[in-house]
């Protein structure tokens, strides 16, 4: 298993455009989430799925627009990039009979 | 609201000196807390739960209740111990998606 996966590893953006960072896991798990990590800061979430179709807001959600419309996939949709959103992005996944979640290896993104 | 703090960025030791890693954290009800661990280029991965009370590569943490406290501890240091730690905390939903509030990080560095 590959377990979660993240493309791309590193990003550039300029202010104002638009990506999305992708976000697999193989594992059939239930919950999804995305995390942001900023620098001398804890690991924070910006939205989370406990399911295909359902999406909820973490604690920093704004600018961010997430869809499960599959078990497998996660995407978090970056409208318009500001500099704010630079950050090293993490998805995780886990299954709600187990509190562990499993991280994919990050996205780094810069947005200038 | 709940905030989970690590006061220390870094810890050196030696080689088989013990560790602690401190962390206190912030929450009116029953959380559930847990130990993260992040090697170098390697993804971040739960190390231990309070609510399984086991010890993991020779570490162990306690939750204190009185003292809000989740302190990692590990008797003899190992170089392969160096990596970063970051303490969690969740609502301690029995079930449902997990929403965790991370510490900042400690970077433990484990000299020979």
């Known amino acids: 298993n590959a377990g979660v996966t993240q493309t791309p590893k590193f990003q550039v953006l300029k202010t104002g455009q638009s990506m999305t960072l992708q976000c697999a896991q193989d594992m059939n798990h239930e919950y999804m989430s995305w995390y942001r990590q900023d620098p001398g800061m804890g690991l924070r979430l910006i939205h989370y799925s406990v399911g295909a179709g359902i999406t909820d807001q973490g604690e920093v959600p704004n600018g961010y627009n997430v869809s499960r419309s599959t078990t497998e996939d996660f995407p978090l949709r970056l409208l318009s990039a500001a500099p704010s959103q630079t950050s090293v992005y993490f998805c995780?996944?886990?299954?709600?009979?187990?509190?562990?979640?499993?991280f994919g290896p990050g996205t780094r993104l810069t947005v200038t | 609201a709940q905030r989970v703090t690590q006061p220390e960025k870094l810890l050196s030791v030696f080689k088989g000196a013990p560790v602690e890693l401190k962390c206190n954290y912030s929450y009116s009800g029953s959380p559930e807390l847990f130990w993260y661990v992040q090697y170098s280029r390697q993804r971040l991965q739960l190390l231990l739960r309070h609510i399984s009370r086991e010890s993991i590569k020779g570490f162990t943490a306690d939750l204190n209740k009185g003292e809000t406290s989740f302190h990692l501890k590990k008797p003899f240091a190992q170089e392969e111990d160096s990596a970063m730690y970051y303490c969690a905390l969740s609502e301690g939903m029995n079930t449902g998606f997990q929403k965790l509030v991370f510490g900042t990080g400690t970077r433990l560095l484990v000299s020979p």
């Open positions: 995780a996944s886990s299954q709600g009979t187990s509190y562990e979640q499993y």
